[in-house]
C-alpha cells in the first residue's frame, strides 16, 4: 500500500514536466478561491469570538502539505484502482433493509463485497476531499455564521468532547477515524488518548504517520466495524464517538451491544450521523429521485432515522441524553454550498489542464464524480427531508 508523508515535498517521477505544471497551476488556484484564507490577525480575532483555543488549532495539519500528498496520490493512481473507486458505487444505489436487493446485486457473500467496496472507496475519497478543506471527510454541523467549514468541524468536535466528558487521561474509542485528524484534535485539546477503527488500510497508516508526528499516543487499528466481536475487552473505554459511519453498519443493534460491552460504566457516546427526517416520503417520487442522488454523493448505504438510533440504543442498555440537529436552525445548507462551491470550482481547473494533457484523463472522471448532485443535497437539506448533523449522546449507566 503506498503512503505518502505529509510532511515532504511532493517528488514527482523524472521525465514528467506536465504533470508538475498541472501541481502548480492547481495548486496557485486552491489558494485563490480557498473557504479558509485567515490572516493571524483575523484568526486571533476568531478563536475568541468563537471560543476556539490555541490547543486547537495546533491539532491540525498543514493544508497545502496534505494538499500536496493528495494530490500526488490520485496523479499516480492505477487505471484499476480508478475503476474499483467508479465501481465501488454501486453500494450506494442499495440499501441494509432490502437484502433482497443486496443479493441481486452483490451476490450472498454481500457483506463482504460491501467491505471491498469501502475500501477501494474510500482509498481514493480521502485523497479527494483532502484537495479541499474537507479532509476530515464530513461536512459538520453549522455552529457558528461567521466560522469557516474547518472551524465549524472544531466547534463540533469541542462540543463532542464536553459532551462525553473527556479529560486527561481518558481512553476513547474512535469508529470510523479516517485519517485520524480528529483523534489528534481530541488527544490535544483533552489530553485523552484515542484509539481509532478503519476499514481502510490507507487511512489507518495516515492515521499513525499525522499522531506519530505530533507526539501523540493514539492507537489506530484496521478493522471492518460489521465483522464483529470488537478486538477490545470488556469495559476498556471511558467514552466512544463517530461521525457520520454508521450508515455503514449492516446491524445497528449488535454493534451498539458490542459498544455497550467494551464501554466502561459511566461512559458516555457521541454520535454524529445522516438520518432521513419525518418530511421524507418514500412514496415521493420527488423525495426518492432525490435520495437516489444524494446517497452516493454523501456514501451512505443505510438510510437511518432519528428514532432508529434511539430505539437501537435503549435496547442495547444506553440512556439517551441528547437527540437532535446539531445544525444553527436545522440546516446545513450553507456549509454544504461553501464545499460545493469550493470543489465546482476547482473542477474547472482540473478539466481544463486534463484538456491542455497537463493532468491525466482520470482527474476528469474523478472530479466529475465528485462533482455530482451537490444541488440534489443541498435541496434535501432545505426541504428537511435529511441531514447529516443528526447529534445523538447517550450513557452506559453507572
Known amino acids: 500500500?503506498?503512503?505518502?508523508?505529509?510532511?515532504?515535498?511532493?517528488?514527482?517521477?523524472?521525465?514528467?514536466?506536465?504533470?508538475?505544471?498541472?501541481?502548480?497551476?492547481?495548486?496557485?488556484?486552491?489558494?485563490?478561491?480557498?473557504?479558509?484564507?485567515?490572516?493571524?490577525?483575523?484568526?486571533?480575532?476568531?478563536?475568541?469570538?468563537?471560543?476556539?483555543?490555541?490547543?486547537?488549532?495546533?491539532?491540525?495539519?498543514?493544508?497545502?502539505?496534505?494538499?500536496?500528498?493528495?494530490?500526488?496520490?490520485?496523479?499516480?493512481?492505477?487505471?484499476?484502482?480508478?475503476?474499483?473507486?467508479?465501481?465501488?458505487?454501486?453500494?450506494?444505489?442499495?440499501?441494509?433493509?432490502?437484502?433482497?436487493?443486496?443479493?441481486?446485486?452483490?451476490g450472498p457473500h454481500y457483506r463482504k463485497r460491501v467491505g471491498e467496496c469501502l475500501k477501494a472507496y474510500y482509498g481514493v475519497m480521502n485523497h479527494l476531499c483532502a484537495l479541499g478543506d474537507v479532509e476530515k471527510m464530513y461536512i459538520p454541523p453549522f455552529m457558528n455564521k461567521r466560522a469557516t467549514v474547518l472551524e465549524n468541524q472544531l466547534l463540533y468536535e469541542s462540543a463532542v468532547a464536553q459532551a462525553i466528558d473527556l479529560k486527561k487521561g481518558d481512553t476513547v474509542l474512535d469508529l470510523g477515524c479516517g485519517r485520524g485528524r480528529v483523534a489528534a484534535h481530541m488527544a490535544t485539546a483533552t489530553g485523552a488518548q484515542v484509539t481509532g477503527i478503519n476499514i481502510d488500510p490507507n487511512q489507518v497508516a495516515q492515521a499513525r504517520e499525522f499522531n506519530s508526528q505530533r507526539g501523540l499516543r493514539n492507537e489506530f487499528v484496521v478493522q471492518d466495524f460489521n465483522s464483529l466481536p470488537l478486538p477490545f475487552g470488556n469495559d476498556s473505554f471511558d467514552a466512544f464517538y463517530q461521525i457520520q459511519a454508521l450508515s455503514l453498519c449492516k446491524d445497528l443493534g449488535q454493534l451498539f451491544r458490542e459498544l455497550y460491552r467494551v464501554l466502561k460504566p459511566g461512559a458516555k457516546i457521541s454520535l454524529l450521523d445522516w438520518v432521513s427526517l419525518p418530511a421524507y416520503d418514500p412514496t415521493n417520487q420527488e423525495h426518492l429521485e432525490l435520495m437516489r442522488r444524494v446517497k452516493p454523493l454523501i456514501g451512505a448505504v443505510g438510510t437511518p432515522t432519528p428514532a432508529t438510533f434511539e430505539k437501537e440504543l435503549e435496547d442495547s442498555g444506553f440512556v439517551i441524553l441528547k437527540s437532535e440537529n446539531a445544525s444553527v436552525g436545522g440546516l446545513q445548507a450553507p456549509l454544504i454550498d461553501r464545499v460545493d462551491g469550493y470543489f465546482r470550482a476547482m473542477r474547472q481547473i482540473i478539466l481544463g489542464l486534463v484538456r491542455m494533457r497537463l493532468l491525466p484523463a482520470h482527474f476528469r472522471t474523478l472530479i466529475n464524480r465528485l462533482c455530482l448532485d451537490g444541488e440534489a443535497f443541498v435541496k434535501m437539506d432545505k426541504m428537511r427531508l435529511i441531514t447529516t448533523s443528526y447529534w445523538v449522546v447517550a450513557m452506559k449507566p453507572e
Open 1 to 106: 500500500m503506498r503512503h505518502h508523508s505529509e510532511n515532504h515535498a511532493v517528488s514527482l517521477p523524472a521525465g514528467r514536466t506536465s504533470d508538475s505544471s498541472g501541481y502548480d497551476a492547481v495548486t496557485e488556484e486552491k489558494r485563490n478561491i480557498s473557504v479558509d484564507p485567515l490572516s493571524t490577525l483575523t484568526k486571533k480575532a476568531l478563536e475568541h469570538g468563537l471560543g476556539l483555543s490555541h490547543l486547537d488549532r495546533i491539532s491540525q495539519p498543514n493544508r497545502l502539505q496534505t494538499f500536496k500528498t493528495s494530490f500526488k496520490y490520485l496523479y499516480d493512481l492505477t487505471p484499476q484502482q480508478v475503476d474499483d473507486f467508479m465501481a465501488s458505487y454501486v453500494i450506494y444505489n442499495l440499501d441494509w433493509a432490502d437484502e433482497e436487493q443486496m443479493i441481486a446485486a452483490l
